[in-house]
Structures are given as C-alpha cells and as structure tokens.
C-alpha cells in the first residue's frame, strides 16, 4: 500500500509546477491501495500544483443530459468513478457548465472554468478549449487508451472528421444561479451506430513516438502528456490516418 508521501514523490516525476493546470482521468483500485484512500490521490494533485494551480476532474454524466433530459450543476453526479465524485462533492471546488462533459475543477482558475460556457462540448469557449490554451498536463492513472484522454475528440472536432457529427440534445438546465431553464447543448457524437471509438491504434503510436510517456506508479500504470503537444500530434493522425482512431463495424442482416 502506497503511503501519501511516496504517491506524492512518483507524481512529481512528471515534473509539475507549481501553478500548473493539470486534468487526470482515474482508476482508484488500479493503484493497488493508497493509505487514506481515494482523499489522499486528490490531495496529492492538489499539492502538486500549489495554491496557484488548478486540478481538473472529469464529471461526465452522459445519461443526465441525453436520456433523462435534466441536469442540475450542484447535483448531477460524476460517473466516472469514485476520486471524481469525491472531487465533485469537495468545499471550494466548482463545476463546468456543459453537462455533458463536465469537469469538477478545484484551485486558483476553478471560478475561470466555471464560466466556461459554450453550447458545443468541444467549442471555442468550452473547458476543453481553455486547458488547451493553458496547456494542461494530461494524467490517465491506470486506465486504457479507449476510456481516458477525452480530448481526442475535442481535437476531432477542431480538425475536422467525416466520422462524426454534431448532435443536439435539450433538457432543463439548473446552474448556480439556481434557476430551471430549458436550454440546448450539443456534443460532437459517432456519425452512426456502426462506427465504433477505438483509438489505442493511434494512441499507441503517439507513446512509441514518445509523445505520451508512461511511468508506474503503484500497481497503475500512468501516462501523460500536455495538451499542446496531443493537439498538435493527434491532429496529424486525424488528418492522415483516421482509421487509427475508429472502425466500421460490418452490418449485421
């Protein structure tokens, strides 16, 4: 089991400033136990970029928006595991507004993210748009490729790909101001049911390329870039070889 101290001395191999703006996408058990558990894996990011950093934690609910049709900022729940609801639900910490793909955001730019409003996931004025011009570390902590690493589809958006297309979905919204509002959203989805995410093709070649580097900590294997440098590698694989980041599954009759 992984005492606090040695957590925080492997994370500081990736070589963090204070004051630095990182996003991390999480597996708790994929570490192998951590003396006081997931609180301590929060903490450690919080103590990585100081007083003047920010932290970032997907709070994606995909069912919240586009099945149920509501979304409340304060309340929705992050379904992306136990360390991001945690994160969700810590004093201080706030939320970006697209419910969707939200973050919980804690540090010196989480009222900054907080105001990140834009009607598209990935638009000019979304979270994914201001950690990219702040040129975020990007942390995975013991996850694949296929489920982590979120902004590949920000930068398929940016780019552009005949693979997928805008979708629009409605629902009542309840912000922080606490009043309902019908409001619109969109994300940028799968063309159609047959095209199917997988991108550990194009993934892999950016860690053999050394792009992404991978360290271990723990049980967990963890991997880590700044998002300037996915951007501008994975837009050449969008461009070039898209059939590393998708397939077509065959019709079935």
Known sequence: M????ELLDAFRQINIKQGDTIVVHTSYKSLGGVEGGADAVIDVMCELVGKNGTVMFPAFNFQSWTEAHYFDVMETPSKMGMITEMARLRPHAKR???????????GARADEFSKTEDGEAYGPNSAFALFHKLNATIISIGLDFNNSFSMHHYIEY????DYRRVKEFAGIYMGYDRRPQIKKYSMFVRLNDRVKTY???GMNDLLHAGVIKEIEIGAAKVHYLTANEFFDNMSVIVREHPEKLHYI???KY
Do not use: A, D
């Open 199 to 201: 991108i550990v093709p």
């Open 158 to 161: 940016n780019v552009g790909c």
């Open 249 to 251: 599954e065959e019709p």
């Open 2 to 5: 992984l005492s606090k101290k």
């Open 96 to 106: 970006t507004p697209h419910p969707i793909y939200s973050f919980s955001v804690w």
